[in-house]
């Protein structure tokens, strides 16, 4: 059912995105993300984390080894829609574990690890996006730097989370909108979260997000 005030846009595999006719993020009815499986207890799984944690501050590597399973391809698959590089996506993501590795000690374990470790991967890729632009801005070649094109998106970063026509979609925006939309549609953040993740104020964050569905929604429309 389409709303009254709203346009529709969908895309393959059954995706829709709907949006307010006065371009509020808040009231997107039909949003633009992939849900995660449902889980039989998420109390269950958050005390189970923390066990993990705590195991892994305390020097378990079988600890490290359930937190990296359980959050790996969600890291992964954040940091490739931010810099639409397979390779980079992996080494950022890699890297990104390896840094909140390095600063478990002073985690805290009643906080959920997985916002904490996204944090850092969306922050180190919009880095590196933001570097690969200024390489290709002064490039004598200005292909130098870009986004490789007329290859496939592995198989595993983008129809097992957005249609192709979505994620060629989202390579037209800027990093920062980008890793807005990953943020906000992928792994489920609330405008204030995402806020604190990028040291933005949340009016900052709503006024970006509005303006890169907008955009997203007319490249989709034009696809």
């Known amino acids: 059912m ?80 931010v810099v639409h590089d397979a390779a980079a996506a992996e080494d950022i993501a890699q890297e990104a574990f390896l840094a909140a590795i390095r ?48 290859q496939p998106d592995p198989p595993e970063l983008s129809s097992a989370v957005y249609s192709d026509e979505t994620v060629a979609a989202l390579r037209t925006l800027s990093p920062e909108q980008r890793a807005l939309i990953v943020l906000r549609y992928l792994l489920e953040y609330t405008p204030g979260e995402i806020g604190e993740a990028l040291g933005l104020p949340r009016g900052t964050v709503n006024s970006r997000l509005r303006r890169g569905l907008d955009r997203l929604a007319t490249e989709m429309e034009a696809r």
């Open 2 to 81: 389409v709303v009254p005030g709203k346009r529709l846009l969908t895309a393959r595999l059954g995706e829709e995105i709907q949006l307010a006719a006065d371009g509020s993020t808040e009231s997107v009815a039909v949003p633009l993300r992939a849900t995660r499986a449902a889980s039989p207890s998420k109390a269950l799984d958050r005390r189970r984390e923390r066990r993990w944690v705590k195991a892994a501050q305390s020097g378990s590597d079988e600890a490290l080894e359930h937190l990296y399973r359980r959050h790996w391809p969600w890291a992964h698959r954040a940091a490739y829609l």
């Open 103 to 150: 600063s478990l000690d002073r985690f805290d374990r009643r906080r959920p690890f997985g916002p904490w470790l996204n944090r850092i991967v969306v922050n180190r890729a919009i880095d590196w996006a933001r570097a690969r632009s200024l390489r290709s801005e002064t490039a004598a070649d200005p292909e130098v730097g870009s986004p490789r094109s007329g």
